[in-house]
């Protein structure tokens, strides 16, 4: 158990319907990440945060957004949704300072039909 | 940019065989270099990591050297088990200002160990 946990664990949709995935970090990490994890596209980044700060980007589509809240815990909103945004979604969180050892949750499997 | 290239998969062993997995890096900066392990259905588990080169990162009998000079970081293990049957993930960071603490990973590796 990494210590970071994701909600839901499976969600089935409909294109172009709007969901929202969960992420709490460990206990102290300040930095999130999210993942999308395809089987075309591999593992690719998305987005960081980094105590409520938005801090890099990745190949997130516009129809993807994301935030942090003030406890630390973070939204992935996926809008218009495509067949092709079907994939598993990782969140993972670190620690500032140290070398980026980043600890990842189980992940959201979403499935847009 | 940041990229990673390991071998294709997948590999096939059997049990107490010698195990290498090749990773090679392409990176900007000074990279820390990481393995992660996806056992089936679940998620990403941190299983070594190297930040300076010529570090070697160990963990549960597997060992990676951070190489500079080849840029590598090659995944070994002396006798698999059934039991390390999984996706293994090379993946590199390389902190910069625009790209954050971001991971950069490689394709994975599917090894299958047989009894």
């Known amino acids: 158990d990494s210590g970071v946990t994701q909600t839901p664990k499976h969600l089935i949709t409909a294109t172009g319907q709007r969901v929202t995935l969960r992420c709490s970090p460990r206990?102290?990490?300040?930095?999130v990440y999210w993942y999308q994890q395809s089987l075309d596209q591999g593992l690719q980044f998305l987005i960081q945060?980094?105590?409520?700060?938005?801090?890099a980007k990745g190949n997130i589509l516009e129809r993807f957004s994301a935030q942090q809240f003030p406890d630390l815990h973070s939204e992935l909103n996926l809008s218009s949704l495509e067949l092709g945004d079907s994939a598993l979604y990782f969140c993972?969180?670190?620690?500032?300072?140290?070398?980026?050892?980043?600890?990842f949750g189980p992940g959201t499997r979403l499935t847009v039909l | 940019g940041n990229s990673v290239t390991q071998m294709e998969g997948p590999v096939t062993l059997s049990e107490e065989a010698f195990l290498t997995i090749n990773c090679t890096y392409t990176?900007?900066?000074?990279?820390?270099l990481f393995w992660y392990v996806q056992y089936p259905g679940e998620g990403l588990q941190l299983l070594l990591k190297?930040?300076?080169?010529?570090d070697k990162g160990s963990n549960k009998g597997f060992e990676a050297t951070y190489r500079k000079e080849t840029t590598s970081f090659h995944l070994e293990k002396g006798s698999v088990q059934v039991s390390d049957s999984a996706v293994y993930f090379c993946?590199?960071?390389?902190?910069?200002?625009?790209?954050?603490?971001?991971?950069?990973f490689g394709t994975g590796t599917r090894l299958a160990v047989r009894p």
């Open positions: 993972a969180s670190s620690v500032a300072g140290t070398n980026n050892e980043q600890f």
């Open positions: 206990s102290g990490d300040l930095s």
């Open positions: 945060y980094y105590n409520g700060e938005e801090r």
């Open positions: 990176a900007t900066g000074y990279p820390s």
């Open positions: 190297a930040t300076k080169a010529d």
């Open positions: 993946a590199l960071s390389d902190r910069g200002k625009s790209s954050g603490d971001k991971l950069t």
